[in-house]
């Protein structure tokens, strides 16, 4: 299917943001939970866990404000992001040294967030759905805290143990 508008590519990124984040609550970050030794890094975790729940039923409200029903898309670059969790779990042993990758992996998720936000409340501006931009500007906002929180795990913890 060819995308011809910026409607259209809308509704493409706001599937993928959706399958982005039903598969953290369902296992990215449950897995990383379990997998992190540190309590602080554990506790992280956790938090944006709960958050990703809140990101979950946002999603289905801008769906509603976009006029559409709540879909998953297939998405390519967070199955290969969520892999890379896989390989840091399965070949570094539970360490800092593994909370340090985890945190990478961690990371460069919030980075695909933080990217397919942006687009989206942009996006979302352009076409008009003033709504459907207000919920997920709260959204990019809640990713890019979770990104500082990792990197300041990272910066004065983490790292230094690794």
């Not at 929180?149 to 004065?156: D, G, M, P, R, S």
């Amino acid at each position: 299917m060819k995308v011809k508008t910026l409607r259209e590519l809308f509704e493409i990124e706001l599937c993928y943001a959706y399958d982005c984040e039903q598969k953290l609550v369902k296992k990215g970050l449950p897995e990383m939970i379990e997998n992190a030794s540190s309590q602080q890094l554990r506790s992280a975790l956790q938090q944006h866990l709960e958050e990703t729940r809140t990101h979950v039923s946002r999603l289905d409200r801008v769906f509603s404000a976009a006029g559409l029903q709540p879909n998953t898309r297939g998405n390519d670059v967070f199955d290969k992001l969520a892999s890379a969790v896989k390989d840091s779990i399965s070949h570094i042993e539970n360490s800092p040294l593994r909370d340090a990758a985890l945190i990478v992996n961690g990371n460069l998720v919030e980075h695909y967030e933080i990217a397919t936000y942006g687009s989206l409340v942009s996006f979302a501006r352009n076409l008009g759905l003033q709504e459907a931009a207000s919920l997920l500007e709260q959204t990019l906002n809640e990713e890019k805290a979770a990104d500082a929180k990792l990197t300041q795990i990272a910066e004065t913890v983490m790292n230094a143990q690794a």
